[in-house]
C-alpha cells in the first residue's frame, strides 16, 4: 500500500484533473445546447464555466500533485 506512494500520487492528480475537465466541459456544453435551444443569452456562462473549470481543475492539483 505505502510502496511507491509519489507515482499513486501523481496518478491521483491526474485522474482528479480529467475528471474536472471532463466535468466542467460536460457542464459548460450542456449549457451551450441549452442556451441554443432556447434562444437564451447563457452561451456566454457556458464558456465561462468550461475555461474556468478547467483552470480550477488545473490549479487545484497543483497541491496534490506536489506531494
Known sequence: MFDNIG?????LALVTFWVGVVASAFLGLSLLIWSAERGGGFWL???IIVA???L???????????Y
Open 56 to 66: 480550477i481543475s488545473w490549479i487545484g492539483c497543483f497541491a496534490l500533485y506536489g
Open 45 to 47: 456562462v457556458g464558456l
Open 7 to 11: 507515482t499513486k500520487i501523481k496518478k
Open 52 to 54: 474556468v473549470g478547467c
